[in-house]
């Protein structure tokens, strides 16, 4: 026993010996580390620690860019985005400030845009990268479409299908209006054919969307055909929207004539509460059996509409039509944001967007005003044609402005209700469009 009990303290005595040679070596290695350390903190000039922080200023960044700066997408940007290219689009944001907050242009999406746009463009930070906020909300919401869906479900909480419901004949206002979308389509690629654009199918069916006026289906649609023109088309889909009172007055009076302008429509009858509880529901069973593909977006727009029909869920019904709609729309303004960035945005086909954007509107608003005519020619109760231009999705200011023109003529002839219908009637019209595209070119 004696034995073993001095064995076991030798052995004791053994490691500590090992143990404080060990910890002195330690200590000397980290001597000798915090000595090198303070040596090379030492040895650097103060003017090299002023120079090297004016290198990363984004002024220096922006007059001499980086050779090997990536993009978002990890791909080399050309000295001309990197410099000049972010310059213009910094410049492009302030003119959407200034839209929004001194003209009124959808400043709920054009402000958040914007200032999303000013942030893409911010050198060295990478805040639309992959890893930055701006990157993370658009991998969030808009890679995945759920931003758009959740939109449509406010604006379906927001929306009344009486007027619709209480004169059918009305959707086809709303049918005809997309036809901007079916016509710039075929005239994107015509353009492609020609050689003055290279639009793949699928690019052209995003682009064509925006004859319908429908910011959050362009989106949709655009992140599932063409994310790579996505900022392009939102802010021209947006624009336009903004915009309808200014382009669809000269198209609505160069095709109608005086007196048809002041065409009287009747009373619209009541739409019992029964009728519009099952409206909803009869048109996502349509869209079923007929589009799978647009029943995202009908989905979600008549859940919206039959929570608030339904009376029985206030609360749900205040926050779609309210805070969360509110909120989906700054993050969606972000997300669309961070696509405008030089690289993305200053290119050859961005400008054939925007002009391609316009026609469809154009198209769009003077097709639902023919309609309006041609369906007068039959028997029955006359429409007033200036409803027509209401076919556009941009709920409700295409049907006040189909009102604040019928009013020139007639200070009595209010048509606001009236154009609600064909207005409706167009919000679904394109996202039927929107699937039917998706269908086709997905």
């Known amino acids: 026993m004696k ?8 052995l004791f005595m053994l490691f500590s010996i090992n143990s404080a040679f060990a910890n002195e070596h330690n200590a000397v290695a980290m001597e000798k580390a915090s000595t090198h350390k303070e040596e090379n903190y030492q040895s650097k000039p103060f003017s090299e620690m002023i120079e090297g922080f004016l290198e990363s200023t984004g002024i220096v960044a922006l007059v001499n860019p980086d050779p090997d700066e990536l993009n978002a997408k990890g791909e080399k940007m050309s000295d001309f985005h990197k410099g000049l290219g972010r310059v213009i689009m910094i410049f492009v944001t302030f003119l959407l400030f200034w839209l929004a907050i001194a003209k009124g242009f959808e400043p709920l999406l054009l402000l958040p845009i914007a200032f999303g746009g000013l942030l893409a463009n911010i050198p060295v930070a990478g805040i639309a990268g992959e890893h930055g906020f701006l990157g993370v909300i658009y991998n969030m919401g808009l890679s995945n479409e759920m931003f758009p869906i959740i939109i449509f479900m406010g604006v379906g909480a927001m929306t009344d299908f009486g007027p619709l419901l209480s004169n059918p004949k009305t959707a086809l206002l709303g049918g005809a209006a997309q036809f901007g979308i079916f016509g710039t389509l075929v005239g994107a690629v015509a353009l492609s054919q020609a050689g003055f654009v290279d639009f793949t199918l699928q690019q052209a069916s995003a682009i064509s969307i925006i004859g319908g006026a429908d910011g959050p289906t362009s989106i949709f649609i655009a992140t599932k055909l063409a994310p790579e023109l996505l900022g392009a088309i939102a802010v021209a889909s947006y624009s ?10 000269p198209i609505m009076k160069a095709l109608t004539t005086e007196e048809e302008r002041k065409i009287k429509m009747t009373t619209l009858r009541h739409v019992s509460r029964l009728e519009k509880l099952v409206f909803p529901i009869l048109v996502l069973l349509l869209a079923i059996l007929v589009l799978p593909e647009s029943t995202p977006l009908i989905g979600a727009f008549m859940f919206g509409n039959f929570l608030k029909e339904s009376g029985v869920v ?19 303004g972000l997300g669309v944001g961070s696509k405008l960035a030089a690289d993305q945005f200053l290119v050859p086909d961005t400008m054939f967007i925007m002009v391609l954007g316009i026609v469809a509107f154009s198209v769009g608003t003077a097709a639902g005003v023919l309609m309006a005519k041609l369906m007068n020619l039959f028997p ?14 941009a709920v409700p200011m295409a049907a006040r402005v189909s009102n604040k023109v019928g009013m020139e003529y007639d200070r009595s002839n209010m048509l606001l209700m009236h154009a609600m219908g064909p207005n409706v009637a167009g919000v679904i019209g394109s996202a039927v469009a929107a699937g039917v595209l998706i269908s086709l070119f997905q």
């Open 380 to 393: 029955g109760h006359k429409i007033n044609p200036l409803i027509g231009s209401a076919g556009v999705s």
């Open 314 to 332: 206030e609360r749900l019904n205040d926050t779609l039509q309210n805070a969360l709609i509110n909120i989906v729309t700054i993050f969606l």
């Open 240 to 249: 336009y929207m903004a915009m309808v009172p200014i382009i669809q007055p």
């Open 3 to 10: 034995a073993i009990l001095l064995k076991l303290l030798a």
